[in-house]
Every structure is written in structure tokens, then in C-alpha cells.
């Protein structure tokens, strides 16, 4: 009895530290858990913030093709371009803007026209044309969307309400659109001339594929085809709409802005995901070691 009881007389003076014997290994790492007590969430605190960023979707794209651009600019200079291509034409459609963006620019026009043909007052039209690009710019940072949709459609409205006021002439509210197809389309065609097809440049950076597209003569020529259909675009807007534009024809013009607008945008970006779907993405050759290395 007493030789069994030496061997807890020794051991007693450790187990009097932690009282509970089986708690002794817990004892040691104890101070460590006391600062996030629940030991399972000390991961989850560590990516807490990282999932924060996704909720307010910084990332999202502005607004049409130059959202796309912009996005492609800036996914080279930080040299995070490798996306995953879009699995759907809804998918295509949300890469090059989506039709928020299209919404942004489309309801302050279409305000104005009304208000005008009403009131045949160009200030009334042009404070309703910018009260409504305000409530977008609240209602996003409400829901904290990406805040280029509504920081793009108030600069558009301040611009073009800027020229309809110093011209007098409130079909002047749909020329900064006039030119920014213009623009368009004169880079479609530069892009088309050089062998470098704007379309390809713009997604192939955005989903990763870099320039490897054009050594894939398939993709390249799907690419090549789909900047012609945007071109195309881009001239049918102007043909249409710079003609009523020239007779001072305000109505005629802001329906024509937006029938050729979203609805024609969105089967423009159909299109173009059925004739890139039939092509595989091309991948650069360096991205295949990377997970190895």
C-alpha cells in the first residue's frame, strides 16, 4: 500500500498545478487558447477579413466595354489576370458590365427625354436626369456594390447635362454617347488593322488566357469575328442615332439610345459567347509548372 502511494507522492507536486490529470497537456497550451477562446475559430478569424472584400464585391466591372477594359488594365498591372472563362452568354454578359451598368446609363436618359417633351424646360429634365443617377449612386452604396457603376453614371450625367447647358440644346445630353462610340469603334477597327482583335485583348486578359490566344489560330479567329460584331455595333449606334442628332430630333434620338442600347448590347454579347464557346480558351504555357514548382 505505502510503495503504491510513492509514486502519486511524486507525481503529486505535477498534478497540483493542473487539478484535472488528463487537462495537464491542455495546461501547457492553455495561455495560447485563452486569446481566441474558441480554439476552431482562430482559421476562420485569420480569413475573416479576406472574406469581407467579396461581400461589398469590389471587383465587380464597370459598365460596358470600358468597365472591361479598365478591368483588363488593371488585372495586367497587377499581374492578377486568370480568371475562369465564362461558362454561360448571362456569365459573358456580367464580365462586360451587366445590365446594372446598362441600367445606370439607360434611366437618367430616358428621364430626361420624358421630362423635356413635358415641360419643354431643359432645367427640370436635367435635375431629374441627375437626381436619378444620385439615388442609383445611394441605392449601390447602400447595398455596397462596386461604386464604379454609380460614380461612372453620375460623371456620364454630369457631362452630358454640362453640355446641354452650355449649348442650349438639350439633344446635346446624347453626344458624350455619340462620341464614346465613336471612340469605340475607331479602336475596334485599329485593334481589327494590327491583328491584335480588341475583343481577344480585353477577355483574353481578363480570364488568364494573356496573348497565348493568338498563336491558337481557332481562337484567334473567333476573337477576330467577334470584334467585327462589336464593331459593327458600335457603327449601326452611330448611323442611326448621329443623323438625329444633326436634325435636333430629341425623341427619336433618346428611343433610339435605348433600343440600341441594352437590348442591342445583350444580343451583341450573345453572339459573341456563341462564337467563343466553340473554341477552347488557350492557356499560357507557363501556368502548367506553376502548381508543380
Known amino acids: 500500500m505505502d510503495t503504491g502511494e510513492v509514486p502519486g507522492a511524486v507525481s503529486g507536486p505535477a498534478e497540483q498545478e493542473p487539478v484535472p490529470g488528463p487537462r495537464a497537456p491542455g495546461a501547457v497550451s492553455g495561455p495560447a487558447e485563452q ?155 485599329v485593334s481589327l488593322a494590327v491583328r491584335w482583335p480588341l475583343i481577344g485583348v480585353v477577355l483574353g486578359t481578363i480570364i488568364g488566357e494573356g496573348t497565348q490566344w493568338r498563336r491558337d489560330p481557332p481562337r484567334r479567329r473567333a476573337y477576330t469575328a467577334t470584334t467585327v460584331l462589336w464593331l459593327g455595333m458600335f457603327l449601326l449606334r452611330i448611323a442611326v442615332l448621329f443623323p438625329l442628332w444633326l436634325a435636333n430630333l430629341l425623341v427619336p434620338l433618346g428611343v433610339g439610345r435605348i433600343v440600341l442600347g441594352y437590348p442591342l448590347y445583350a444580343l451583341v454579347v450573345w453572339l459573341t459567347w456563341l462564337i467563343i464557346s466553340r473554341t477552347r480558351p488557350a492557356r499560357p504555357p507557363a501556368a502548367a509548372p506553376a502548381p508543380g514548382a
Open 35 to 189: 486569446e481566441p477562446v474558441p480554439g476552431p475559430r482562430a482559421p476562420g478569424a485569420v480569413s475573416g477579413p479576406a472574406e469581407r472584400e467579396p461581400a461589398a464585391n469590389p471587383s465587380a466591372p464597370a459598365s460596358g466595354l470600358l468597365g472591361a477594359i479598365r478591368q483588363a488594365a488593371a488585372a495586367q498591372a497587377s499581374g492578377n489576370a486568370g480568371g475562369n472563362p465564362p461558362e454561360s452568354a448571362a456569365a459573358l454578359l456580367g464580365l462586360l458590365g451587366g445590365a446594372r451598368g446598362m441600367l445606370d446609363s439607360a434611366v437618367p436618359g430616358a428621364l430626361f427625354v420624358a421630362v423635356y417633351v413635358a415641360t419643354r424646360n431643359l432645367t427640370t429634365p436635367l435635375l431629374v436626369a441627375a437626381g436619378a443617377a444620385l439615388v442609383m449612386f445611394v441605392y449601390r452604396l447602400a447595398r455596397r456594390d462596386a461604386l464604379r457603376y454609380a460614380v461612372g453614371g453620375c460623371i456620364g450625367v454630369a457631362i452630358a447635362a454640362g453640355l446641354a447647358v452650355l449649348t442650349g440644346k438639350p439633344e446635346n445630353y446624347f453626344l458624350p454617347a455619340l462620341g464614346l462610340n465613336a471612340a469605340y469603334a475607331t479602336v475596334s477597327a
